[in-house]
Structure formats: structure tokens, C-alpha cells
């Protein structure tokens, strides 16, 4: 008898249904199953399908996975592909989420049409497009001066509105222009020492319900330690922070021979106040790593630094 296909849910973004396909093809090498033993199922989110406001107005974090953990749990779909940078710390009762693929590159990178090179070439009041928050605030922090507007939609839509001139630059993920092969989309990585890029950037995460033996065993298959060590400590200091996306946190750890090191940065969303820190530790640790860094964080930055943040 052969059994039903799996059901790998994903949004229906461009990305998001390359990740889709890069979690299928991992799957396939890994358990040697055929591609019709698994079958992509595309579910619409509230993120996707707002696309004039802000995501800081509609809700933060959970925009983009609310309905694809419902289909989850409701068993319409067998495994769920995530951008990790867009999940909550915690996961519903009854699903988990513990497998990791290797990840991409998870910088920022400048993206402009003019000749200006980087952030610090950029004229005087100059507009730049970005949605994000944590973008906002670390480039208000660096140049007070600059002009930042709304910036959504895809790639392609976001460099449609840099030719149309309504910004000269804007901020992209490296992972998400390497995952779709835009090769040829004017982007300059930034070093995290100038910008530290989001919790987990360019890591793909996939969830199952924690009761789904067959799935769990094929997951601990594909999953990538390294980054499971990595996003430990990114996402254990950004739970000790409390942070959703309503919050300019930035963090990065990597793995420097047998040690941690963790990287974070929390800011006041206009740029006036930025803190920052670095920690080192070992392998295992990131989860104590990431949580006495937000604590010590917590500490210096007194109460008024948050109170913006609610
Ligand atoms: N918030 C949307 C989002 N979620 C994940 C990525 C990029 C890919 C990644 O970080 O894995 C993006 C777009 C962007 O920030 O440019």
C-alpha cells in the first residue's frame, strides 16, 4: 500500500515557495522517497494579503504563520516551512518546531539604482524605503538626516519603486535574493558590524505537530546543527527581551571553533538610543548565552529605554 503524500503548507510569496521546494528536495535526498510522496499545499495569510499598511499596525509577529499553525493543527498539512525571522519565540500547544536547514546568508544587504555605494555615501536628506523597524531605527542611528517611507511588497515591486524614484535606496535580506537567484539585483552585503541583521535571518525552520512520530524522524534527517545552535541563542535573547516585531532588537551568533559568540543590539525606534553587546561561550550554551545577554541588556537600559517600545 502506499502511503497518502506528506503536506508541506507554505504562503504563497515567491520565497516562501522556494523554501517550500529547498525543504521537498532536502527531504527527498535525505529519506530517497519520490518527489510525488510530497506535496506543496499553498496557504493564504493575513501578511500577504495586506499589503497598504505597515505589518507593525496590523499585529507583529505571527502575521505571516497564524493560519499555516491552524492547517497544522487541524491536519490539513503535515509540515509547515517557515522564514524563521518572522516566528513568535513560542509555538502553539501541540507543535514544534526544531528543525533548521542550513542557512542562508544572513546579512542585509544596500540595494540602490544610483552610483551611491553604501549607506554613508547617501546625500544629505536623502529617502530611503524600508518597512521594517529595526531597519529604520539602525539607520536613523547612523544618519539622523535621512528620510525613511514605507517600504513593502516583494523584491521585484521594491525595485520597481527605486526606478520609479520614490526612494534611492533600500534594505534587503541576502538570503531571500540568494534563495530566489536574483543574481543580478544591485545589492551590497553590509557587514553585521554595521548592521546587525534580525533574530534567525535567512534561516528556514520547519514545524509538525510534536505527536507525529514519522514526521519527527524524517525532520531530525535534514536538520542542520549549527544553525539549531545559532538560533538558540538568537532566539533565547530575544525572548528575554520580550521582543516581537514591534521591537528594533537585531542579533547574530556564530560559531567561532568550538565557541558561541552572540551579537545583539536593541534600539529606540528613531535612532536615538542604541545599545549593543557581545558575548562569547561555549557551543551548547546559546540558550544561557542569549538570556543572561537580555537580562544584562534589560538592566542598562533602565525602563524608560522600553517604554517606547509598548
Ligand atoms: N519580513 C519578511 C521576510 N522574512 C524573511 C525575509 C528574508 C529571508 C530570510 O531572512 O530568511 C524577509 C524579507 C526581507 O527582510 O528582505
Redesign the pocket.
Known amino acids: 500500500m502506499t502511503q497518502a503524500p506528506l503536506r508541506i503548507g507554505t504562503r504563497g510569496s515567491p520565497?516562501a515557495l522556494a523554501q517550500a521546494h529547498e525543504t521537498r528536495a532536502r527531504l527527498m535526498a535525505a529519506t530517497g522517497l519520490p518527489e510525488d510522496a510530497f506535496e506543496i499545499v499553498v496557504i493564504r495569510v493575513t501578511g500577504d494579503a495586506v499589503q497598504d499598511r505597515p505589518?507593525s499596525q496590523i499585529g507583529g509577529k505571527g502575521l505571516?504563520t497564524k493560519e499555516i499553525e491552524e492547517a497544522l493543527l487541524a491536519g490539513d498539512v503535515d509540515l509547515a516551512v517557515h522564514?524563521?525571522?518572522?516566528m513568535p519565540v513560542a509555538q502553539p500547544e501541540g507543535l514544534s518546531l526544531d528543525c533548521y536547514l542550513p542557512r542562508?546568508d544572513?546579512r542585509d544587504a544596500f540595494v540602490t539604482l544610483t552610483e551611491h555605494a553604501g549607506l554613508a555615501d547617501l546625500p544629505e536628506g536623502a529617502v530611503v524605503g524600508t518597512s521594517?523597524l529595526r531597519r529604520r531605527a539602525q539607520l536613523l542611528a547612523r544618519r539622523p538626516d535621512l528620510r525613511v517611507v514605507e517600504f513593502r511588497g516583494n523584491?521585484q515591486t521594491r525595485l520597481s519603486k527605486l526606478a520609479q524614484g520614490v526612494a534611492e535606496a533600500t534594505?534587503?535580506?541576502m538570503?531571500?535574493m540568494n534563495?530566489l537567484g536574483y543574481a543580478d539585483v544591485p545589492a551590497r552585503p553590509i557587514p553585521p558590524d554595521a548592521m546587525l541583521p534580525?533574530i534567525?535571518?535567512?534561516?528556514?525552520g520547519v514545524e509538525r505537530r510534536t505527536d507525529d512520530a514519522r514526521v519527527a524522524e524524517m525532520l531530525a534527517l535534514i536538520h542542520d546543527r549549527d544553525t539549531g545552535l545559532r538560533l538558540a541563542a538568537e532566539r533565547a535573547f530575544l525572548a528575554g527581551l520580550d521582543g516581537s516585531c514591534q521591537t528594533p532588537i537585531a542579533g547574530l551568533a556564530e560559531i567561532e571553533g568550538d565557541r558561541l559568540r552572540l551579537r545583539g543590539e536593541i534600539l529606540q525606534p528613531d535612532g536615538s538610543r542604541v545599545m549593543a553587546d557581545d558575548c562569547t561561550g561555549p557551543l551548547e550554551e546559546g540558550a544561557d548565552i542569549g538570556g543572561v545577554m537580555a537580562c544584562r541588556m534589560r538592566r542598562e537600559a533602565g525602563p524608560d529605554f522600553f517604554a517606547a517600545w509598548s
Do not use: T
Open positions: 520565497l505589518l505571516f522564514s524563521m525571522k518572522d542562508e544572513p521594517s523584491v534594505f534587503l535580506a538570503a531571500g534563495r534580525a534567525a535571518q535567512g534561516a528556514i
